[in-house]
């Protein structure tokens, strides 16, 4: 049964007018009319419109390829700016724990490379989780929730944040949240913080590496600025 919107008046007063796929005839005598003002209240315009994001936000995907530069491996494959997009995007692609070894995704604003290089990115540096023995569903409810975190602006100084990384590997994967400006440690500090909070990492530390140091030392070698 659809409601049509339509009201009767005369013997059945306020009586609702309802179908079962078929026309809707006069009935008894009966004075169809349309009621202009309950189907107006009945529309739920959120539902007319998309939510919009405060950034617009760039997927990226890099796959190892030995026979390709790094820059080649890495593609752009979708960008979002409202929160029914994003969800669209997400459940699209596979969850980081279906990827397989050597596979990135990278979240970040529009118009910034998700690479060290990049002018937005070459003064900053990336808070960094390990997790070298999660579960999968750890995995992708981390990645998960701090997506969410980040495009839907929970931080202070979110126009310090750059993007998210997760990279897959062998022994451990690694999930980063990349910030703009190294040197502001008051923003770079309250943003680990609030991301353990939102996180919920309790005891499980996490360690904030400058770019500029990623870039002439390797692994487990970068030396990491500020641990919480």
């Not at 009935?27 to 739920?44: A, K, T, Y």
């Not at 008051?186 to 500029?212: C, F, N, P, R, T």
């Given at each position: 049964?659809?409601?049509?919107?339509?009201?009767?008046?005369?013997?059945?007063?306020?009586?609702?007018?309802?179908?079962?796929?078929?026309?809707?005839?006069?009935?008894?005598?009966?004075?169809?009319q349309p009621s202009f003002n309950r189907v107006m209240r009945l529309i739920d315009y959120e539902l007319c419109f998309k939510h919009p994001l405060e950034h617009n936000w760039?997927?990226?995907?890099?796959e190892n390829d030995r026979t390709k530069c790094w820059t080649d491996m890495l593609s752009d494959v979708t960008s979002f700016n409202t929160v029914e997009d994003f969800f669209?995007?997400?459940?699209?692609?596979?969850?980081?724990?279906?990827?397989?070894?050597?596979?990135?995704?990278?979240?970040?604003?529009?118009?910034?490379?998700?690479?060290?290089?990049?002018?937005?990115?070459?003064?900053?540096?990336?808070?960094?989780?390990?997790?070298?023995?999660?579960?999968?569903?750890?995995?992708?409810?981390?990645?998960?929730?701090?997506?969410?975190?980040?495009?839907?602006?929970?931080?202070?100084?979110?126009?310090?944040?750059?993007?998210?990384?997760?990279?897959?590997?062998?022994?451990?994967?690694?999930?980063?949240?990349?910030?703009?400006?190294?040197?502001?440690?008051?923003?770079?500090?309250?943003?680990?913080?609030?991301?353990?909070?939102?996180?919920?990492?309790?005891?499980?530390?996490?360690?904030?590496?400058?770019?500029?140091?990623?870039?002439?030392?390797?692994?487990?070698?970068?030396?990491?600025?500020?641990?919480?």
């Amino acid at each position: 049964m659809v409601y049509t919107g339509y009201e009767t008046y005369g013997p059945a007063q306020n009586a609702l007018m309802v179908y079962g796929g078929a026309d809707v005839a006069e009935e008894h005598g009966m004075e169809l009319q349309p009621s202009f003002n309950r189907v107006m209240r009945l529309i739920d315009y959120e539902l007319c419109f998309k939510h919009p994001l405060e950034h617009n936000w760039t997927l990226w995907h890099w796959e190892n390829d030995r026979t390709k530069c790094w820059t080649d491996m890495l593609s752009d494959v979708t960008s979002f700016n409202t929160v029914e997009d994003f969800f669209s995007v997400y459940y699209f692609i596979k969850p980081p724990s279906d990827l397989k070894i050597f596979n990135d995704y990278m979240v970040f604003k529009e118009g910034i490379r998700p690479m060290w290089e990049d002018e937005a990115n070459k003064e900053g540096g990336r808070w960094i989780m390990i997790l070298d023995k999660a579960s999968k569903s750890f995995i992708d409810k981390m990645w998960h929730d701090l997506l969410l975190c980040m495009i839907g602006e929970c931080f202070d100084y979110s126009e310090q944040i750059c993007g998210v990384v997760i990279n897959v590997r062998n022994k451990a994967n690694k999930i980063s949240l990349w910030t703009k400006d190294s040197r502001n440690q008051q923003a770079v500090l309250a943003i680990g913080h609030k991301m353990k909070e939102l996180l919920q990492l309790g005891d499980m530390k996490i360690q904030y590496q400058v770019h500029k140091d990623a870039m002439v030392q390797h692994g487990p070698n970068v030396n990491a600025i500020y641990v919480i």
